[in-house]
Antibody, heavy 119, light 108 residues
Framework: QVQLVESGGGVVQPGRSLRLSCAASGFTFSRFGMHWVRQAPGKGLEWVADIWYDGSNKNYADSVKGRFTISRDNSKNTLYLQMNSLRGEDTAVYYC????????????WGQGTLVTASS | SYDLTQPPSVSVSPGQTANITCSGD??????SCWYQQRPGQSPVLVIYEDTKRPSGIPVRFSGSNSGNTATLTISGTQAMDEADYYCQAWDTTTALYVFGTGTKVTVL
């Protein structure tokens, strides 16, 4: 069965960096685009970034462009999100999600990892 | 930027029909999808390509999309359908994903 397991969250001071990981299993990771979506406490879903199946194309929300970098290692079945210059407003649960091969919808989601940017 | 607007809340009695709207400029020209998020859980895809249900999603969930509005309909609403619902579309101009503001469905 498809599994996505995020890790790497924690408490970090504003201005510092953190790297999230998403370990994928149960499907051929190298054939699927992947996304990061976040949810601030008590708030709605916010799309963060996506990467094509082969890593050749990446897109970012304006709110994180220039600070966050999405990447993947298909040999390790792992998706990453490098977060630099963190701000208080980046505090959220971060989900990784898989893109369906036939639509632009996100058909599987991980359980999320909490990032808290606070001094 | 492209925005999708949903009503903050919808209330429905058990067994009745709940309609959740999602409004965006020319949304009918794009594919919409819907996610259900129960408290403390990750989102689950319930409708994709405007009207299609993924495997395992009950038939009481249906969708439509025309003009500037997409609608998620829950027929014969059950207590287990109480959750937050988010629409989502892909902005073809920017190639960026957009989520709606979210609707809390309460089954009274």
């Amino acid at each position: 069965q498809v599994q996505l397991v995020e890790s790497g969250g924690g408490v970090v001071q504003p201005g510092r960096s953190l790297r999230l990981s998403c370990a994928a299993s149960g499907f051929t990771f190298s054939r699927f685009g992947m996304h990061w979506v976040r949810q601030a406490p008590g708030k709605g879903l916010e799309w963060v970034a996506d990467i094509w199946y082969d890593g050749s194309n990446k897109n970012y929300a304006d709110s994180v462009k220039g600070r966050f970098t999405i990447s993947r290692d298909n040999s390790k079945n792992t998706l990453y999100l490098q977060m630099n210059s963190l701000r208080g407003e980046d505090t959220a649960v971060y989900y990784c999600a898989r893109v369906s091969t036939v639509t632009t919808s996100l058909d599987y989601w991980g359980q999320g990892t909490l990032v808290t940017a606070s001094s | 930027s492209y925005d999708l607007t949903q009503p903050p809340s919808v209330s429905v009695s058990p067994g009745q029909t709940a309609n959740i709207t999602c409004s965006g400029d020319k949304l009918g020209d794009k594919y919409s999808c819907w996610y259900q998020q129960r408290p403390g859980q990750s989102p689950v895809l319930v409708i994709y390509e405007d009207t299609k249900r993924p495997s395992g999603i009950p038939v009481r969930f249906s969708g439509s999309n025309s003009g500037n509005t997409a609608t998620l309909t829950i027929s014969g609403t059950q207590a287990m359908d109480e959750a937050d619902y988010y629409c989502q579309a892909w902005d073809t101009t920017t190639a960026l994903y957009v989520f709606g503001t979210g609707t809390k469905v309460t089954v009274l």
